[in-house]
């Protein structure tokens, strides 16, 4: 079984910063694609960012340049580095792993809330 727990998230001014961390099993870093996704109120779920075993990274557009996923396989840790943050990035963030798409497991989610 899986398990993917986030932490770090909470209130942040417009503009500023905020990093979410996942904790997750040895095996999760050795063989699965690792990400990021968010929901949004009345939205749906969408990628923010993954990495592959790798760290070969892709970004959803809207965050390029201002979030930064970093994974460390050896240390066992992952995490979403946000900067600049706006508004419209308030969301539930999860963690995820598994499939091409880093979609096949989920985290429980960490509340993101970016308002002055």
């Known amino acids: 079984q899986v398990q993917l727990v986030e932490s770090g998230g909470g209130l942040v001014q417009p503009g500023g910063s905020l990093r979410l961390s996942c904790a997750a099993s040895?095996?999760?870093?050795?063989?699965?694609?690792m990400g990021w996704f968010r929901q949004a109120p009345g939205k749906q779920r969408e990628k923010v960012a993954i990495?592959?075993?790798?760290?070969?990274?892709t970004y959803e557009d809207s965050v390029k340049g201002r979030f930064r996923i970093l994974r460390d396989n050896y240390k066992r840790t992952m995490s979403l580095q946000m900067t600049k943050l706006k508004q419209e990035d308030t969301a539930v963030y999860y963690c995820?792993?598994?499939?091409?798409?880093?979609?096949?497991?989920w985290g429980r989610g960490t509340q993101v809330t970016v308002s002055s």
């Open positions: 990495a592959t075993v790798g760290n070969i990274t």
């Open positions: 995820t792993a598994g499939g091409v798409e880093a979609d096949q497991y």
């Open positions: 040895e095996r999760v870093f050795r063989y699965l694609t």
